[in-house]
């Protein structure tokens, strides 16, 4: 890269659970691999950090700022992100931002993957027998500790041992122990824990606890933190810096952030007045607003601050002649949709089960199955195909645009859900019930295809703009 400009690492959701000093040398190793001023700003410290740091690259005569995001796409601190940039641009004139995209969930597993493979061949594991524990701290947003089970689920499809799983490092559940124990179970000899942990102490503890739950399970245990200064993840890090470096302006990031979920920047008290924008911000603002707006059906579209973020109550079950449940008589409204801020349908994340679930009981898997795939043709009409992976119920959306738009709302209503093409993938086990577990799918499932409607309505319907 022939011209010259400053780059800003800053660590969103799961990347702020590194230390501090971690990011910050990641960034001096940033700044000696691009040969350019490179520097940290974190989200919950004072505008004003930001700012000077923005100021101090104008000094050294760099004019274009590459923002480069620590993490993925997470939904609240993007626009967080964006609301920062906004307000540097308003204290230091003539500085063009090009933010670059945040590594992909699918970069992240396969550094990970990297690190696991490199770590198990120096422990002297034979891999087949090898299992993976990623620990992390949990939080009270469901959204947030999904990340965990996400990079897990990817990793077991990567790597060649018993499934990977994961753990929280704290009040939060699945807690060690029980992520070991589950290893173990499926096979696993030896146990690698890739921690996400950003503290020398937890690291400590952790591997106490761990070494007394293996012992009586006769599996070893071996601990590993990745480094943020690892090759592998510099080379993709410098990637995006680069490719970062071709995005027209900050613009472009309020077009992707409008992508998200978290709309409490436009609403209420944390909405900047119009007095304290330039018209310049308030254009990009006014953008950002339509663009989500687009996002959402029409009973959502600027209504952000009317959302309600408690439950209507559970739907009880209701059943006909044959002693079947009616899943097409259940509801007759929904709680508001969690993708515009309402409550999510549970509390915690449903995940697919592993294969040696479904292998283990496969007479009550296939039973599962059969009433998931009743309901969701009851409650949608959408035609179902056989996963060729067992733990999923195949469902055909209408179109890619419909998996793209069900798969983001299905999420966020904290029921797991995987897209091919046209296709959503959503969890099924062998003890999943139906007063529960089977609920909770062909909820979020007919929740989610009714507000679609609403949305798909919206964008057709020529009386709108």
């Known amino acids: 890269m022939t011209s010259k400009s400053g780059t800003i690492v800053i660590p969103v959701e799961f990347g702020t659970q590194w230390n501090r000093s971690d990011i910050i040398s990641l960034a001096t190793a940033l700044e000696t691999r691009l040969g350019q001023a490179a520097g940290v700003c974190f989200l919950d410290d004072p505008v004003e950090s930001a700012i000077s740091l923005v100021q101090s690259f104008v000094k050294k005569g760099l004019r274009r700022i590459v923002v480069l995001p620590l993490g993925t796409s997470r939904l609240n601190e993007s626009l967080r992100l964006a609301r920062m940039l906004l307000a540097i641009r308003e204290a230091v004139s003539d500085v063009h931002f090009h933010v670059a995209a945040p590594l992909s969930w699918l970069e992240w597993t396969d550094w990970l993957k990297q690190i696991a493979t490199e770590s198990t061949v120096q422990a002297g594991y034979e891999p087949s027998t090898a299992g ?45 122990s029980r992520a070991i124990t589950h290893a173990a179970k499926e096979g696993a000899r030896h146990v690698l824990i890739v921690t996400w942990l950003g503290d020398g102490e937890s690291h400590a503890d952790l591997e106490r606890e761990s070494l007394e739950v293996a012992r009586p399970l006769g599996v070893s245990v071996s601990l590993v933190s990745p480094s943020l200064v690892h090759p592998s993840l510099l080379d993709r890090l410098s990637s995006k810096q680069q490719e970062g470096c071709s995005d027209a302006s900050l613009q472009l990031y309020l077009e992707f952030v409008s992508q998200l979920k978290n709309v409490e920047l436009l609403a ?8 304290e924008m330039t018209p310049e911000a308030a254009r990009e603002l006014e953008e950002l607003d339509r663009k989500l707006n687009s996002m959402l059906p029409p009973e959502y579209q600027g209504q952000y601050e009317s959302v309600a973020p408690t439950s209507m109550g559970t739907a009880g079950l209701k059943y006909d002649s044959d002693g079947n449940v009616a899943w097409d008589e259940i509801w007759t409204s929904f709680c508001d949709l969690a993708l515009a801020g309402g409550p999510p349908h549970r509390g915690t994340l449903l995940e697919a089960v592993t294969a ?7 007479e009550e898997y296939r039973a599962v199955v059969r009433e998931i795939e009743r309901g969701i043709r009851m409650v949608t009409g959408l035609p179902l195909i056989t996963s060729r992976s067992p733990g999923w119920v195949g469902v055909i959306c209408e179109s890619e645009e419909m998996a793209v738009w069900l798969m983001r709302a299905i999420i966020v209503e904290n029921v797991m859900v995987r897209r091919e093409g046209d296709i959503l993938y ?40």
């Open 132 to 176: 993976l524990v990623v620990v992390g701290h949990g939080t009270r947003d469901p959204i947030a500790n999904a990340d965990l089970p996400r990079i897990a689920y990817l990793l077991s499809r990567e790597l060649p041992g018993p499934s990977a799983t994961y753990a929280f490092w704290n009040e939060a559940r699945p807690g060690v």
């Open 426 to 465: 959503l969890p099924a086990g062998p003890r999943f019930t139906v007063k529960r577990e089977i609920k909770n799918v062909i909820t979020a499932i007919a929740k989610t295809v009714h507000y679609w409607k609403a949305h798909l309505f919206a964008q057709r319907d020529p009386r709108r703009d």
């Open 356 to 362: 040696a679930e479904v292998l283990a009981e496969p």
């Open 268 to 275: 209420g008290k944390n909405r900047v007045s119009e007095a």
